[in-house]
């Protein structure tokens, strides 16, 4: 960021865009600094300097999230080699937590934003679908590491997610429709009731130790 008057105006043309404060834009813009060295973008290996990152089951989907066009707001598909301190916003601004005061429309946009965060994560050949065993398998990845359950109980819980799934998005089916994968509209049925808003935080907005959780 450049020098004082044009700086102000930049942070709260990125506030207006982002839904941060400034004083969280201007976190994050350190963060930013840490992760890049210094440098006005970041490419995927920069991710190496998150600790608890390299811990996450869903490590590699997280990280490429951060570069998929699709979460950058662009027409096109695929990845992006590097992004800078905006896109860097962008895709923060999924993780930021609810406020008090939303009204309902407006918590319901930024719920659907999260979500569909959330399936373009799964929806790795950018089709806008995802096959049910693409479900299952993310479902286990992300209970893989929790440390009260065992493989049998991780893969019996991802296996009812599936199944719960196809129950869901079969049952809304025409007779004569045939089953594709799970779309968007599915997707949010699927995740209806379920509290993401609290699932998908960070604590980047303070000057804690870096982590992406879920």
Same mark, same amino acid.
């Given at each position: 960021?450049?020098?004082?008057?044009?700086?102000?105006?930049?942070?709260?043309?990125?506030?207006? $865009?982002?839904?941060?404060?400034?004083?969280?834009? %201007?976190?994050?813009?350190?963060?930013?600094?840490?992760?890049?060295?210094?440098?006005?973008?970041?490419?995927? =290996? @920069? *991710?190496?300097?998150?600790?608890?990152?390299?811990?996450?089951?869903?490590?590699?989907?997280?990280?490429?999230? *951060?570069?998929?066009?699709?979460?950058?707001?662009?027409?096109?598909?695929?990845?992006?080699? %590097?992004?800078? *301190?905006?896109? *860097?916003? &962008?895709?923060?601004?999924?993780?930021?937590?609810?406020? /008090?005061? /939303?009204?309902?429309?407006?918590?319901?946009?930024?719920? $659907?934003?999260?979500?569909?965060?959330?399936?373009? !994560?799964?929806?790795?050949?950018?089709?806008? $679908? #995802?096959?049910?065993?693409?479900?299952? @398998?993310?479902?286990? %990845?992300?209970?893989?590491?929790?440390? +009260?359950?065992?493989?049998?109980?991780?893969?019996?819980?991802?296996?009812?997610? !599936? /199944?719960?799934?196809?129950?869901?998005?079969?049952?809304?089916? =025409?007779?004569?429709?045939?089953?594709?994968?799970? &779309?968007?509209?599915?997707?949010?049925?699927?995740? =209806?009731? #379920?509290?993401? %808003?609290?699932?998908? +935080?960070?604590?980047?907005?303070? /000057?804690?130790?870096?982590? #992406?959780?879920?």
């Amino acid at each position: 960021m450049g020098s004082s008057h044009s700086v102000l105006e930049e942070i709260q043309e990125l506030a207006d $865009k982002t839904g941060f404060t400034s004083d969280q834009i %201007e976190n994050l813009h350190r963060r930013f600094k840490q992760l890049s060295g210094d440098q006005p973008t970041i490419r995927k =290996e @920069n *991710f190496d300097r998150i600790p608890d990152l390299e811990f996450n089951p869903i490590r590699s989907k997280i990280v490429r999230a *951060f570069f998929d066009k699709r979460n950058l707001h662009e027409a096109s598909e695929g990845l992006v080699e %590097e992004i800078n *301190f905006e896109d *860097f916003l &962008t895709i923060m601004s999924n993780f930021r937590p609810i406020e /008090m005061g /939303m009204d309902d429309e407006h918590q319901d946009r930024f719920r $659907k934003q999260k979500l569909k965060f959330l399936f373009h !994560m799964y929806d790795a050949d950018s089709d806008g $679908k #995802i096959t049910l065993k693409e479900y299952r @398998n993310v479902v286990q %990845e992300m209970l893989s590491g929790n440390p +009260h359950l065992d493989k049998d109980s991780v893969r019996s819980i991802a296996d009812g997610a !599936m /199944m719960e799934a196809a129950s869901i998005c079969v049952g809304q089916m =025409e007779p004569d429709q045939v089953y594709e994968g799970i &779309t968007f509209e599915d997707f949010l049925k699927i995740w =209806e009731g #379920i509290d993401i %808003e609290t699932k998908m +935080h960070v604590r980047f907005l303070t /000057m804690e130790p870096m982590a #992406i959780c879920y």
